[in-house]
T-cell receptor, first 109, second 117 residues
Framework: GENVEQHPSTLSVQEGDSAVIKCTYS??????FPWYKQELGKRPQLIID?????GEKKDQRIAVTLNKTAKHFSLHITETQPEDSAVYFC????????FGTGTRLLVSP | NAGVTQTPKFQVLKTGQSMTLQCAQD?????MYWYRQDPGMGLRLIYY???????DKGEVPNGYNVSRLNKREFSLRLESAAPSQTSVYFC????????????????FGEGSWLTVV
């Protein structure tokens, strides 16, 4: 079955810096890679996703890149703001959606 | 349009007690899911229902049962609660299987905090 590893588990940055979270997946047949943001005590919410036929996707300050050969994908957040502080989850899907273990991002003013 | 609604939000059970978590969605979605979230473990799929009338096991189904009552509702039952089932439970839904051609986002409910003592 699919296995997703996510790094780092915690990430602290200064406001305005960039943040990068990386995930690797095991099943080369996986075709869908969403990223979710979860604020403390709230539900996970989709922030961006990418499909296996696309190498990169951007939405304002966030972007996701996918390297199918290496089986890894990354979330990039530029010009970080304190409201970006949250736990971020990656996921990969072949037959079922499997989540990574999460990255706690802390953006300090 | 409330999205995905789950109840109760908080529950404390004694070991051996049973309970049912209720979930309903008003987005006319075909697929519904139950996840549990534990510290450092991410979101793990317990059971899912790809469409009305079908249910399948996920990664961690032991100790749970589910019922897809109709297209809107998908309940999760703990027959004999154990302390290891202390967790936050999320119900979720998507139009169809995620990753399909039409791009089916999974939407989560607000979560149910369950403590088994």
């Amino acid at each position: 079955g699919e296995n997703v590893e996510q790094h780092p588990s915690t990430l602290s940055v200064q406001e305005g810096d960039s943040a990068v979270i990386k995930c690797t997946y095991s099943d080369s047949a996986s075709n869908y890679f969403p990223w979710y943001k979860q604020e403390l005590g709230k539900r996970p919410q989709l922030i961006i996703d990418i499909r296996s036929n696309v190498g990169e996707k951007k939405d304002q300050r966030i972007a996701v890149t996918l390297n199918k050969t290496a089986k890894h994908f990354s979330l990039h957040i530029t010009e970080t703001q304190p409201e970006d502080s949250a736990v971020y989850f990656c996921a990969a899907r072949f037959q079922k959606l499997v989540f990574g273990t999460g990255t706690r991002l802390l953006v300090s003013p | 349009n409330a999205g995905v609604t789950q109840t109760p939000k908080f529950q404390v059970l004694k070991t051996g007690q049973s309970m049912t978590l209720q979930c309903a969605q008003d987005m006319n979605h075909n697929s519904m899911y139950w996840y549990r979230q534990d510290p450092g473990m991410g979101l793990r799929l317990i059971y899912y229902s790809a469409s009305e009338g079908t249910t399948d096991k996920g990664e961690v189904p032991n100790g749970y049962n589910v019922s897809r009552l109709n297209k809107r509702e998908f309940s999760l039952r703990l027959e004999s609660a154990a302390p290891s089932q202390t967790s936050v439970y999320f119900c979720a839904s998507s139009e169809n299987d995620p990753g399909g051609i039409s791009g089916n986002t999974i939407y989560f409910g607000e979560g149910s905090w369950l403590t088994v003592v």
